[in-house]
């Protein structure tokens, strides 16, 4: 009835809008519970490792797919998804992980397999979970609580237990848990070498305590900048992603499988550009600062001429080109960077013994605000389509997308690399 009245406040109609909003509302709930969880998964895998929590947050993916499998009703359905959002922090833990093995200068080469990944989930998932979706359960096998979309959920558990197995039986820990070490280190020294330390250190206290307390300060500012920046990124592409179903189907008439190839098109493009581009070039040739600017500037392209110019399927392609160019870069690049705001900070203080340990609740407040802003995107994004039309809707997301590019511009410092080889 919600999302009944929903569609009707915005003017929509027909039963289609009916399931894609309430699709959207699903995945809004899903991305605000990743929001309120994210923090608190970051800070559980500071304290008792990037592995256990890991294995834990796979374990409730399986359980949400159980839960799924035999929902005889639309509540426990419901629930399956609230468990799943509260325990999601696989990408989360496996970008922490990365950042935990990797040097500054190849986190961005080492984050784009995560890119990739993502990018090829999003060209497969899809098609394959409609074709399995085929295949009822149910009317097969009648006898078993199960109900007639339980296939794809029942794929997702074998490769959930599979994944889970597997990292449980090879995946090492990697976060540094240090304290503890630093301190075996210490008591290890000889006592004259304790002596000078200690007379050292007083010397040095009341300076150190003010870089401490100074570089903290600026970590939590440059946490803030990339954080709000992520968040209104997100806010803006997740409802362009959400809407452009209605914009093919409303102005090219186009079919689910003509939409499947235009999402498999951006997708395979996009994990083209973050192995092809991104890999090769990002720290050595062009800073993670460069590489936002130019994902967003390509997103502005990409929304204008999506919303405004692609009155046929040539030009539509093209602006979806633009933003493939986005998805394989912007991310990316963000997540490179909040991976290093701790590493900045030790490297002033002269403490990097912190780094890692305060890693994951960087991360995971960083991812929140990217979940906030998938969660209200697509809501909003709607809204505007349905009451301002979809070039109006288009050109104010370009309008975000400038306003975007000058704060990354002015307020993301870019550092100097050496230029890119001419052949």
């Keep these: ?76 359905f419901v629930w399956s998804r609230i468990i799943g959002g509260l325990t999601e922090g696989n990408v989360q833990m496996s970008i922490a992980i990365i950042s935990d093995i990797t040097s500054p200068k190849d986190r961005s080469k080492a984050l784009a397999w995560v890119g990739i990944s993502f990018a090829l989930g999003f060209t497969i998932g899809p098609p394959l979970g409609a074709y399995l979706a085929s295949f009822d359960i149910h009317q097969i096998y009648p006898y078993l609580p199960v109900n007639r979309y339980s296939s794809p959920a029942l794929f ?12 449980y039986a090879y995946l090492p820990e990697t976060s540094s848990l240090s304290m503890a070490g630093d301190f075996t280190n210490a008591s ?25 307390s100074t570089s903290s300060k600026d970590s939590k500012n440059r946490l803030s900048v990339l954080s709000l920046i992520h968040f209104a990124f997100l806010f803006s592409f997740s409802g362009m992603e959400f809407t452009l179903t209605f914009l093919t189907h409303d102005r090219f008439d186009f079919t689910p499988v003509q939409q499947g190839k235009l999402l498999a098109f951006m997708g395979v493009l996009s994990a083209l550009i973050q192995g092809g ?27 204008l001429v999506v919303g405004v110019w692609a009155t046929n399927i040539t030009r539509l392609y093209i602006g979806v080109a633009f933003l493939a160019f986005t998805s394989g870069t912007v991310v990316n690049s963000l997540t490179s960077l909040a991976s290093l705001v701790n590493q900045d900070s030790d490297e002033h203080s002269g403490h990097s013994t912190e780094t890692k340990s305060n890693r994951g609740h960087t991360l995971g407040v960083f991812r929140s605000h990217g979940q906030l802003g998938r969660s209200i995107g697509p809501i ?31 307020m993301i410092p870019r550092p100097a690399l050496k230029p890119m080889k001419q052949d």
Excluded at 156 to 167: C, K, M, P, Q, R
Excluded at 389 to 406: F, H
Aim: charged share 10%; hydrophobic share 45%.
């Design 277 to 303: 581009y991104v890999r090769r070039v990002s720290h050595k040739y062009v800073s993670e600062q460069t590489l936002i600017l130019q994902g967003i500037i390509s997103c502005a392209i990409g929304l």
């Design 156 to 167: 997702a558990f074998g490769l959930i237990a599979f994944e889970t197995v597997y990292l």
């Design 188 to 212: 290890s020294q000889e006592p004259s070498t304790k002596v000078n330390a200690t007379s050292k250190s007083s010397k040095t206290t009341t300076s150190t305590s003010h870089s401490r």
């Design 380 to 410: 909003l994004a709607c809204s505007g389509y349905w009451i301002a039309g979809s070039s109006n809707m288009y050109m104010a997301a370009t309008g975000v997308m400038a306003l975007l590019g000058l704060v990354v511009y002015f």
């Design 1 to 76: 009835m919600a999302v009944k009245a929903f569609r009707e406040r915005i003017g929509g109609s027909g039963s289609r809008l009916d399931i894609i909003l309430f699709g959207g509302f699903l995945g809004s709930l899903f991305s605000f519970l990743q929001f309120l969880s994210s923090p608190i998964i970051g800070n559980l895998s500071d304290r008792f490792g990037r592995r256990n929590v890991l294995l834990i947050s796979m374990i409730g993916n399986a359980v949400s797919m159980l839960l799924w499998i035999f929902s005889g009703s639309f509540t426990v």
